[in-house]
């Protein structure tokens, strides 16, 4: 079961970000997409994805990101997107590419690492 990775911003989010950011902390890994567009994913050589991420959603509803994400910390509609990273080193790099990628877009991220 991978770790559970939830990016909350302002603005929208662009691929074009998301890129710089995993060339940023590993330069050798390669981007793909599965299902259509609806999963971004960092691989490395071998094809196995260090970081995988859905396609973000704008969600108006305050409320309701409060009630799902009450730690966030942002006012008015966000851009949820949802993101995964297996455990270990490999997991780890992909942690910190939607580290990176949160704070190229000023946004919030919380990782669920079991602790």
Do not use: C, K, Y
Request: glycine fraction near 8%; avoid cysteine; aromatic fraction near 6%.
């Amino acid at each position: 079961m991978p770790r559970d990775l939830l990016i909350l911003s302002t603005s929208a989010p662009e691929l074009a970000a998301f890129v710089d950011a995993g060339a940023d902390i590993a330069p050798d890994l390669r981007v793909r997409t599965l299902e259509g567009g609806a999963v971004t994913e960092v691989v490395d050589r071998r094809g196995s994805a260090v970081l995988s991420v859905q396609v973000p959603e704008l969600v108006e509803n305050t409320a309701e990101v409060a009630r799902l994400a009450p730690w966030a910390s942002v006012d008015g509609p966000v851009w949820w997107t949802e993101a995964w990273a297996p455990w270990g080193p490999a997991g780890d790099v992909g942690v910190d590419i939607a580290r990176a990628f949160a704070a190229a877009l000023g946004a919030q991220v919380l990782v669920e690492d079991g602790s």
